[in-house]
T-cell receptor, first 114, second 114 residues
Framework: GAGVSQSPSNKVTEKGKDVELRCDPISGHTALYWYRQSLGQGLEFLIYFQGNSAPDKSGLPSDRFSAERTGGSVSTLTIQRTQQEDSAVYLC????????????FGSGTRLTVV | AQSVTQPDIHITVSEGASLELRCNYSYGATPYLFWYVQSPGQGLQLLLKYFSGDTLVQGIKGFEAEFKRSQSSFNLRKPSVHWSDAAEYFCAVVLMEYGNKLVFGAGTILRVKS
């Protein structure tokens, strides 16, 4: 597609439920990133996929968070047993194979845990 | 610890006035440097990037930034601000030694008064 597509754009969930957030990167972009943006915390790196390499999960805040990327394209970020502190905007970005070559961000998913 | 600093949380300028947003990084090597803009409710849009070469880079929307190695700075400038420039601006870096992930500053909120 022309840009990075994220769905849903908004998600309200009850505390304790699991949620899945989807990211469809730009075709041909081998790298995919998830970030979290919340008040007072800025933009926080979560996880990074590059081609067939093992993902860099160093930013995942707890074991309730996981992500996978199927077929080197679409990625799903899963949050299990959601907590109120998980409320944030989750942003996905993708980039071409060459390092540092511009990261295109999606519009994000606003997650609200009630 | 490696970090990206945007010392100004808020800046207010008059429409038509010049603008400079500050960004400093604390890394040993020269990173790849970026400026992104985020309008309310929108995703992140890349304004410009620096990899190497000419230290003055031109971006979209009339913005430019200058890399100063001696000051570890990458300040964003615009000669004449428009009301539509009101948004939040993020400086970000990528260090090859630490993978390909973007590390963001805390952001600067720009207000434009007429």
């Amino acid at each position: 597609g022309a840009g990075v597509s994220q769905s849903p754009s908004n998600k309200v969930t009850e505390k304790g439920k699991d949620v899945e957030l989807r990211c469809d990167p730009i075709s041909g972009h081998t790298a995919l990133y998830w970030y979290r943006q919340s008040l007072g915390q800025g933009l926080e790196f979560l996880i990074y996929f590059q081609g067939n390499s093992a993902p860099d999960k160093s930013g995942l805040p707890s074991d309730r968070f996981s992500a996978e990327r199927t077929g080197g394209s679409v990625s799903t970020l899963t949050i299990q047993r959601t907590q109120q502190e998980d409320s944030a905007v989750y942003l996905c970005a993708s980039s071409p194979p060459r390092r540092g070559y511009g990261y295109t961000f999606g519009s994000g998913t606003r997650l609200t845990v009630v | 610890a490696q970090s990206v600093t945007q010392p100004d949380i808020h800046i207010t300028v008059s429409e038509g006035a010049s603008l400079e947003l500050r960004c400093n990084y604390s890394y040993g090597a020269t990173p790849y440097l970026f400026w992104y803009v985020q309008s309310p409710g929108q995703g992140l849009q890349l304004l410009l990037k620096y990899f190497s070469g000419d230290t003055l880079v031109q971006g979209i929307k009339g913005f430019e930034a200058e890399f100063k190695r001696s000051q570890s700075s990458f300040n964003l400038r615009k000669p004449s601000v428009h009301w539509s420039d009101a948004a939040e601006y993020f400086c970000a870096v990528v260090l090859m030694e630490y993978g390909n992930k973007l590390v963001f500053g805390a952001g600067t909120i720009l207000r434009v008064k007429s």
